[in-house]
């Protein structure tokens, strides 16, 4: 298996279990505010990663080896893309709900191409044009699902800004990453950026004197049914995957691979969740296999 395509299977692979955090977070954000659920995803992630960490032998010895300006870029980027971005992405899903929610995703995939562009002069192929337009085409056509009940005009349009921003905040955190992750350790990587974000969030709820929200999301209940796994899925699992993507693979490529999270979370909402799979998803689906195919066979 060549670097690149490692790189595409781990994206496309991180996008899978994103999709599938993705719901379960909706249900964990019923009952457990953004800043706290945002947190209790992050400790749990912390605590899967440092037991990694011990079974693979890295100490902290293994980052010796690395200049401390590679370790502060990681801590920045874990501190604009988990801390703030995921929190920011928690509030919208609350406004606006999944539906939407999908609609709005689909800036990541060309915030990502546009700082790529502006901060690392990476260009796409062809391949990588069309099958962009593909998957983002299959997004909007997938997406058309009614506004959520109970919600205003301006909450929708605030949940819409709020998902927006989160995305942005998602590309500018990733792409100021991507040159330190060619020879940093992966699970060291995912480690500094949870572990930065996690800090700040931390500071920030005590700052803001919520610590009721704090306790209450580390006390055992019934909603860890639903965030435990989405935890585990996607402050772990999907977090590993998706920053090795973009480890192997080009920046770009990589976020648009990343887009097709939306496809998945179509499937298992009509597999789980009962929601209908009309002829509109099918075509949808359809589409976004055809754009990652293209996506692919554009590796440089």
Known sequence: ????????????????????????????????????????????????????????????????????????ILMLSGIIGIAIADTVLFYSLNLIGVGILVIVDCLYSPFVILFSWLMLAEALSPFDYVGAGLIIAAVFTSSRHSPPPNRTRAQLVAGILLGATSMALMAIGIVIAKPVLGDFPLVWATM?????????????????????????????????????????????????????????????????????????????????????FTRRKAVAVTLALAGVILVTLGTR
């Open 1 to 72: 298996m060549t670097t690149h395509l490692l790189g595409q299977t781990l994206a496309l692979s991180a996008a899978f279990t994103w999709a599938c955090a993705l719901v379960l977070f909706k249900r964990s954000g019923e009952s457990v505010p953004p800043l706290a659920l945002n947190l209790f995803k992050n400790i749990v992630g912390i605590i899967l990663l440092a037991a990694t960490l011990l079974v693979m032998g890295e100490g902290f010895a293994t980052l010796d080896a690395f200049p401390r300006g590679d370790l502060y």
């Open 192 to 276: 500094l950026r949870l572990f930065a974000g996690t800090l700040f969030l931390a500071l920030v709820i005590v700052a803001a004197g919520k610590h009721r929200e704090l306790w209450s999301v580390l006390k055992p209940s019934r909603v860890w049914k639903f965030s435990i796994p989405a935890s585990v899925l996607g402050a772990y699992l999907s977090m590993i995957l998706w920053i090795g993507g973009f480890k192997w693979t080009y920046a770009s490529v990589a976020a648009i691979l990343n887009q097709t999270t939306i496809i998945f979370a179509i499937i298992l909402a009509a597999l789980y969740l009962k929601e209908s």
